[in-house]
């Protein structure tokens, strides 16, 4: 908890197995190249980004992420569907 609280990232062993790893990986993989994964702009282009900024985008360096839940549709993303990828393994 110290950890977490300091903004660091905390490892603990054995939390999943190697196969729940694998299939999660895998999952991740298959949804990232059918296009369900979208970039995260807001990590360094939000509301207070200048406008040089913005201007110098570049998607392909950001991070995407598969959102549970999309704020500007007000609707479930593609983490939580239950047709998309290994549902089970996100499920766990």
Same mark, same amino acid.
């Given at each position: 908890i110290n950890t977490i609280d300091r903004g660091g990232i905390a490892v603990i062993k054995d939390?999943? /197995?190697p196969s729940e790893v @694998?299939?999660?990986r895998a999952d991740a993989s298959t949804l =990232? =190249?059918?296009g369900q994964f979208t970039v995260d702009a807001l990590a360094g282009y939000g509301k207070t &980004? /200048? &406008?040089k900024d913005k201007a110098s985008f570049d998607a392909t360096k950001d991070r995407a992420v598969l959102p549970a839940y999309?704020? @500007?549709q007000k609707k479930a993303g593609p983490f939580? /569907?239950?047709t998309l990828g290994d549902v089970d393994a996100r499920q766990k």
């Open positions: 939390f999943m /197995s @694998s299939r999660l =990232y =190249y059918d &980004a /200048s &406008a999309i704020p @500007s939580l /569907s239950t």
